[in-house]
T-cell receptor, first 112, second 115 residues
Framework: AQSVSQHNHHVILSEAASLELGCNYSYGGTVNLFWYVQYPGQHLQLLLKYFSGDPLVKGIKGFEAEFIKSKFSFNLRKPSVQWSDTAEYFC??????????FGSGTRLQVQP | KAGVTQTPRYLIKTRGQQVTLSCSPISGHRSVSWYQQTPGQGLQFLFE???????NKGNFPGRFSGRQFSNSRSEMNVSTLELGDSALYLC??????????????FGPGTRLTVL
């Protein structure tokens, strides 16, 4: 079965620091990749998605992610975080027409 | 466009009872998926409905069931509630669930507490 690993469970950064959250998946075939964010008290929101084409995708709020097929990875990055980026981040994979498989999430805390 | 709406937002039940949760998808979306979110197990897929038919099912017991109506609204039902069913239940909608570029959009969830 498909599995998704997020290596960092809790990350604490100062404002203006750079962010990289790791995501690895297990399936070797064609997949669609997503990052969702859950701000405190809010619902899951789509940050960005990758289906095909340019492996570097840009999302909302200055986030981007790079798909590296050889490493089965889809890491999320942001050059300079803000306090408002404090949230939980979920990587998700969809294989074919199946359901989303989520990673366990990374809780990001940005200190002002 | 209005987003995915779920009712009720909060629910408290006791063990052995049953519960029904409701989800209204984004207008024009025909696929509705349900997920359970708990601190221990994270986000897990329950089932997906399209055109009033269950198309995919996760690894949950038969106490968890759902249905979809002709207007794409969906309900999920949990019978004989157990303490472990306490969770945030999320509904997600997408255009058709079958396209290679389909994207799921989530509602705010229903927080179920089983006492």
């Amino acid at each position: 079965a498909q599995s998704v690993s997020q290596h960092n469970h809790h990350v604490i950064l100062s404002e203006a620091a750079s962010l990289e959250l790791g995501c690895n998946y297990s399936y070797g075939g064609t997949v669609n990749l997503f990052w969702y964010v859950q701000y405190p008290g809010q619902h899951l929101q789509l940050l960005l998605k990758y289906f095909s084409g340019d492996p570097l995708v840009k999302g909302i709020k200055g986030f981007e992610a790079e798909f590296i097929k050889s490493k089965f990875s889809f890491n999320l990055r942001k050059p300079s975080v803000q306090w408002s980026d404090t949230a939980e981040y979920f990587c998700a994979v969809m294989e074919g027409r199946r359901a989303l498989t989520f990673g366990s999430g990374t809780r990001l805390q940005v200190q002002p | 466009k209005a987003g995915v709406t779920q009712t009720p937002r909060y629910l408290i039940k006791t063990r052995g009872q049953q519960v029904t949760l409701s989800c209204s998808p984004i207008s024009g979306h025909r696929s509705v998926s349900w997920y359970q979110q708990t601190p221990g197990q994270g986000l897990q897929f329950l089932f997906e409905y399209f055109s009033e038919t269950q198309r995919n099912k996760g690894n949950f017991p038969g106490r968890f069931s759902g249905r979809q109506f002709s207007n794409s609204r969906s309900e999920m039902n949990v019978s004989t509630l157990e303490l472990g069913d306490s969770a945030l239940y999320l509904c997600a909608s997408s255009l058709d669930g079958g396209s290679s570029t389909d994207t799921q959009y989530f509602g705010p969830g229903t927080r179920l507490t089983v006492l």
